[in-house]
T-cell receptor, first 112, second 111 residues
Framework: EDKVVQSPLSLVVHEGDTVTLNCSYE??????LLWYKQEKKAPTFLFML????IEKKSGRLSSILDKKELSSILNITATQTGDSAIYLC????????????FGTGTRLKVLA | EPEVTQTPSHQVTQMGQEVILRCVPI?????FYWYRQILGQKVEFLVS????????KSEIFDDQFSVERPDGSNFTLKIRSTKLEDSAMYFC?????????FGQGTRLTVV
């Protein structure tokens, strides 16, 4: 059965800390891995990763895929209270139309 | 910036009633999706729609559910004879290339 597992389930840090969120997957037909940030409602797109070892970066956020280990990490440096959210990992695993399977998410809370 | 819009934001319905959730995808996108998220659980794929027909659906998407793109802009999810366990946040998403953009969701509460 295809699955995506994220860890930790939740995390509480103080402003300025650096966090690393993990996502591992077991899917029969991997095409890409995506990270989303979910605050109050809709997941908003952060990164899409298709190639192993190439870091994607946006401001204080960065992410990298390791296809050998079937995993990805999302790093957030110098965290701010506005980073508090659920971070979702999704894997596109279809051979036809794009289709995502989501992990349960990591709930991050950043304290002032 | 273009966005996916969903209406209503919250709907309360009685068990057994039919509901229609509406979505306006981003205009030049080609793939459309419905996902749902039961409170406290993960986002689950329901159905994908391409070229005016369902391209894939999950086990959750049984005969109780249907989707339509009636007028080339709206994309609707109809749930017939709602059950208590249909209570969830329903997200519409659209995609042009490879990443999906999600709407703000419709929170459906079945009482």
């Amino acid at each position: 059965e295809d699955k995506v597992v994220q860890s930790p389930l939740s995390l509480v840090v103080h402003e300025g800390d650096t966090v690393t969120l993990n996502c591992s997957y077991e899917v029969t037909n991997f095409r890409s891995l995506l990270w989303y940030k979910q605050e109050k409602k809709a997941p908003t797109f952060l990164f899409m990763l298709t190639s192993s070892g190439i870091e994607k970066k946006s401001g204080r956020l960065s992410s990298i895929l390791d296809k050998k280990e079937l995993s990805s990490i999302l790093n957030i440096t110098a965290t701010q209270t506005g980073d508090s959210a659920i971070y979702l990992c999704a894997v596109d695993h279809s051979s036809g139309t794009y289709k995502y399977i989501f992990g349960t998410g990591t709930r991050l809370k950043v304290l002032a | 910036e273009p966005e996916v819009t969903q209406t209503p934001s919250h709907q309360v319905t009685q068990m057994g009633q039919e509901v229609i959730l509406r979505c306006v995808p981003i205009s030049n996108h080609l793939y459309f999706y419905w996902y749902r998220q039961i409170l406290g659980q993960k986002v689950e794929f329901l159905v994908s729609f391409y070229n005016n027909e369902i391209s894939e659906k999950s086990e959750i998407f049984d005969d109780q559910f249907s989707v339509e793109r009636p007028d080339g802009s709206n994309f609707t999810l109809k749930i017939r004879s709602t059950k208590l366990e249909d209570s969830a946040m329903y997200f519409c998403a659209s995609m042009r290339n490879t990443e999906a953009f999600f709407g703000q969701g419709t929170r459906l509460t079945v009482v």
